[in-house]
């Protein structure tokens, strides 16, 4: 099993799981009941992760996730210093005023 996607936000995440699934490919979540309680530190190990069961598709749900992020209009970038999540017209991270965004997956 590969992960392919990992987000904060639950439902994002689930979105992403339900996207994969339509195009045929088996995927599951982990992390899915941790987090709530996120503090500064190792905040990315408590976010729920899609991961897909097939090897063979990894690509294939790479592209997925990829095209769905790209499409989005509203497409949420992770600030690097808290790990909130913020639309795309923001330029500063709205909790913490920092500039620095990551982007979870890079094309
Ligand atoms: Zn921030």
């Not at 992760?49 to 749900?61: I, N, T």
């Not at 095209?67 to 795309?88: F, M, R």
Request: net charge negative.
């Amino acid at each position: 099993m590969k992960k392919v996607f990992t987000h904060e936000n639950r439902l994002i995440v689930y979105n992403m799981k339900n996207l994969l699934e339509e195009q045929g490919i088996q995927c599951v979540i982990k992390n899915e009941f941790a987090g709530g309680g996120v503090g500064d530190l190792a905040a990315f190990e408590t976010w729920p992760e899609v991961w897909v069961a097939e090897p063979k598709q990894l690509r294939l749900a790479e592209r997925i996730i990829q095209d769905a992020l790209d499409a989005d209009p509203g497409k949420i970038w992770t600030c690097e210093n808290c790990g909130e999540s913020n639309e795309s017209n923001f330029q500063l991270c709205w909790r913490c005023g920092s500039p620095g965004r990551s982007s979870p997956i890079e094309g």
